[in-house]
């Protein structure tokens, strides 16, 4: 289902009665122009939106600023960056408020950044550097207007405990609500810790915190081990963004890696009720479509992007027409 009425027409009308300084006044940005403005705006797709994840042309070897043109170009409805991407672009004398400027004008929401801080290992030492380097990156994610920030168990998790790390995760929430950014418990299907669904959702409650959410992947639920088929038991409103994508039958998955992640829909994943799951508890947010597919490195950028935005739409359309 799409809007009958698309956000460029409604600034259009909007801005013929009101004028540019009354939609001003009322927090509504003019339509924007420049590669906004190359193609018809799209509306969102419902119930959920599908945002490019960086990953998907890392191989590419684009800059942050081809890839919000080239996303807005494909027809997203948001992007996932990843923080050493934005640390890239401040060191080359980049502004990160004209980044978030320019995902704004390109019609691109920010779901979110990724990013790796050392938040849930039993070192202390370690936890208090994740603590100031979660600072940092909570500044620039809120610079270019990420409201989310990726916190998966990074670094050495083993023996940690699941309690321990509902209480440093808590940690990370406090900080969060300082800086105005959220962090997200992230599943990683190959971790000592939090690689399955009812880890992480134990974490996200265990904090106490009704703020705490979670970051959840296609492929993640299989390579842990643990599947999908508790989602039913999630509220939707609980899942900040889910990592879209498929996988094949073979490798194994326990020798399955990232880089065999393939499209939505190219695959052997239950996609089909992993989405009719996410639909029916509410889930309202992106699919973050991220890859790391070297054969799709070795193509047009813009055509893999639009492949996997056409192939996600596909995924979504047959599961909830069903």
């Known amino acids: 289902m799409t809007e009958k009425i698309s ?37 969102r797709r419902r119930p959920f939106g599908i945002a490019l994840n960086s990953s998907t042309l890392f191989g590419h070897n684009l800059t942050i600023v081809q890839q919000i043109d080239l996303a807005a170009k494909a027809g997203y409805d948001g992007m996932e960056p990843w923080a050493q991407e934005l640390e890239k672009h401040a060191a080359g004398g980049g502004s990160l408020e004209d980044l978030g400027k320019r995902f704004r004008d390109g019609g691109l929401e920010v779901v979110g950044l990724i990013a790796f801080p050392q938040w849930a290992v039993a070192d202390p030492g370690a936890r208090k550097k994740a603590l100031e380097e979660v600072k940092r990156t909570m500044e620039m994610a809120a610079k270019i207007g990420a409201k989310r ?116 829909g190219d695959g052997v994943a239950p996609l089909g009720q992993i989405l009719k799951d996410l639909n029916r508890i509410g889930y309202r947010g992106m699919l973050s479509l991220e890859l790391f597919n070297k054969e799709y490195y070795k193509r047009d950028a813009l055509q893999v992007a639009r492949e996997g935005l056409e192939k996600t739409r596909l995924a979504v359309e047959k599961a909830l027409s069903r």
């Not at 990592?243 to 490798?251: E, G, K, V």
Request: glycine share 12%.
């Open 7 to 43: 956000r460029r027409d409604l600034l259009a009308k909007s801005g013929a009665r009101l004028g540019a300084a009354g939609l001003a006044a009322l927090g509504i940005a003019a339509a924007p122009s420049g590669a906004a403005l190359a193609e018809e705006e799209k509306p």
């Open 149 to 264: 920030l990726a916190a998966p168990p990074a670094g050495n998790v083993a023996g940690v405990t699941l309690a321990e790390a509902a209480e440093r995760y808590r940690d990370l929430l406090l900080v969060g609500k300082q800086m105005g950014v959220i962090p997200s418990v992230e599943l990683w299907g190959f971790a000592k810790l939090l690689s399955h669904l009812s880890e992480v959702a134990f974490v996200a409650i265990e904090s106490g915190d009704p703020e705490a959410c979670m970051v959840l992947d296609v492929y993640h639920l299989y390579k842990g081990g643990g599947g999908s088929a508790g989602l039913p038991l999630i509220y939707g409103g609980s899942i900040s963004v889910l990592h879209i994508n498929d996988y094949p039958n073979a490798p194994p998955r326990e020798r399955i890696t990232d880089a065999h992640r393939v499209f939505p």
